[in-house]
C-alpha cells in the first residue's frame, strides 16, 4: 500500500499549541515561564474511502525545554491498529501497552523516509522529532477509529521522555507508571502491506 506525498498548501491544519500539550511536558522548569507557540500541524482525513481514513502530520524541530519535540500523544478506542510512513526527516514511534498504570510493554522504532510502522491493537504511542529537520508524517487508519488522550494526560505523557542532557541524548523513565520495562527498539518497515484490512481486528 503507498502513502501518498499530497500537496497541503490549500489545506488547513488543525494545529496543536503548547497550552494542548502542558500535561505530558518533561520540563516543568521551562513550563513554567513558557508561552503558548505553534509545535506542531494536523491535516486530517485528507483521503477517505469507505474503510480508511489518511492524513498527515507536520512537526517542526524544536524542543519543549530540554525534551525533543514530540505529538502529545494517544491510545485508540477499541480494538484498531494505525500504520504510519516518514515522509519527509526522521522519526522515533515510542509505542507502550498499559494496564492501568502499569506498563505491560513498551519500544521505539526510528524511521527514516519511506519507513514505516504499524502501531499495535491496545498500544498507545507518541511520534517525537529528535532531528534538525521538518518531520511529515502520513498514517492511515480506519474510519471508525477515534484517539484517547485520557492516559496520557492524567500520568503526564509516555512512560519514557527523550530528553537533552550534556550534549547528548537520554530516554527518562516517568515514574508515574508503575513497573516501566526497559526500552527495547524495533527495525521499521520498509513498505506497507497491500491490503490494509487489518487495521481493524
Excluded at 506525498?5 to 513558557?34: G, H
Amino acid at each position: 500500500m503507498e502513502t501518498p506525498d499530497l500537496d497541503l498548501k490549500d489545506k488547513t491544519p488543525k494545529i496543536r499549541m503548547l497550552n494542548d500539550i502542558r500535561d505530558v511536558v518533561y520540563d516543568k522548569d521551562w513550563l513554567n515561564s513558557a508561552k503558548d507557540f505553534e509545535l506542531y500541524y494536523m491535516y486530517g482525513d485528507l483521503i477517505e474511502d469507505e474503510n480508511v481514513k489518511y492524513s498527515i502530520t507536520v512537526v517542526p524541530p524544536n524542543t519543549l525545554g530540554n525534551e525533543f519535540i514530540k505529538t502529545k500523544g494517544h491510545a485508540h478506542i477499541g480494538d484498531y491498529q494505525e500504520t504510519y510512513t516518514v515522509l519527509e526527516g526522521e522519526a522515533i514511534y515510542l509505542m507502550q501497552k498499559t494496564e492501568d498504570n502499569e506498563v505491560k510493554d513498551v519500544y521505539a522504532v526510528k524511521a527514516k523516509q519511506s519507513q514505516s510502522i504499524i502501531i499495535p491493537e491496545g498500544y498507545g504511542h507518541v511520534t517525537i522529532n529528535a532531528s534538525n529537520q521538518t518531520l511529515k508524517t502520513g498514517d492511515w487508519r480506519h474510519k471508525d477509529c477515534k484517539s484517547d488522550y485520557s492516559m496520557f494526560e492524567k500520568l503526564q505523557g509516555a512512560c519514557y521522555y527523550y530528553v537533552l542532557e550534556n550534549g547528548g541524548a537520554k530516554w527518562i523513565k516517568n515514574e508515574n507508571y508503575k513497573n516501566i520495562p526497559e526500552l527495547r527498539f524495533e527495525e521499521p518497515l520498509e513498505s506497507l502491506p497491500e491490503n490494509l484490512d487489518f487495521l481493524k481486528q
